[in-house]
T-cell receptor, first 111, second 114 residues
Framework: KQEVTQIPAALSVPEGENLVLNCSFT??????LQWFRQDPGKGLTSLLL?????REQTSGRLNASLDKSSGRSTLYIAASQPGDSATYLC??????????FGTGTQLKVEL | NAGVMQNPRHLVRRRGQEARLRCSPV?????VYWYRQLPEEGLKFMVY????????ESGMPKERFSAEFPKEGPSILRIQQVVRGDSAAYFC????????????FGQGTRLTVV
């Protein structure tokens, strides 16, 4: 059974700081890994999708990496802004085509 | 290019009533997934459907919950005789195929049972 852990559970940083969010998983037999953002009371916004054959994906100030051998993914956010404040979720698609979510990292970027 | 549309966004039901949650996938997507987010918990898979077929319902509670995705119209998640513990956010996602492509999520339906 896939288990997904995200560390830290919560993070508060000053504006402009670069930061790394971590996601670890127990079963490396995955199709892909997706990072999402969730604002309070809102739905999920897909940020980046990394296929199992890929090592990283970039979109603007976001960079996500995937290391299947160690069961880890990181989401790097450069030059953080208050608008980046949200909960970040990683999710893995394995057998059966369903997503297994981590518990999320709640990020607050302060002025 | 409408994304995944869920309605209603908020639903209040009294204990014992039925709740019907609707999900229209992205146009052209034939795979629909339902997830539940309980308060202070992560998202948990409930059911995976294709048109007229339930592919995987391993995350669905054994009683009171059912889902369908008819040939025409939206996918429906139905909860009969709701209890307070059913209060949660229910999210629908869709994808174009089963080949590990990106999943797109709706805004969710927040069910409150009073």
């Amino acid at each position: 059974k896939q288990e997904v852990t995200q560390i830290p559970a919560a993070l508060s940083v000053p504006e402009g700081e670069n930061l790394v969010l971590n996601c670890s998983f127990t079963d490396s037999a995955i199709y892909n890994l997706q990072w999402f953002r969730q604002d309070p009371g809102k739905g999920l916004t897909s940020l980046l999708l990394i296929q199992s054959s890929q090592r990283e994906q970039t979109s603007g100030r976001l960079n996500a990496s995937l290391d299947k051998s160690s069961g880890r993914s990181t989401l790097y956010i450069a030059a953080s802004q208050p608008g980046d404040s949200a909960t970040y979720l990683c999710a893995l698609r394995g057998g059966g085509n369903k997503l297994t979510f981590g518990t999320g990292t709640q990020l607050k970027v302060e002025l | 290019n409408a994304g995944v549309m869920q309605n209603p966004r908020h639903l209040v039901r009294r204990r014992g009533q039925e709740a019907r949650l609707r999900c229209s996938p992205v146009k052209g997507h034939s795979h629909v997934y339902w997830y539940r987010q309980l308060p202070e918990e992560g998202l948990k898979f409930m059911v995976y459907l294709q048109k007229e077929n339930i592919i995987d319902e391993s995350g669905m509670p054994k009683e009171r919950f059912s889902a369908e995705f008819p040939k025409e119209g939206p996918s429906i998640l139905r909860i009969q005789q709701v209890v307070r513990g059913d209060s949660a956010a229910y999210f629908c996602a869709s994808s174009p195929d089963s080949a590990g492509t990106e999943a797109f999520f709706g805004q969710g339906t927040r069910l409150t049972v009073v």
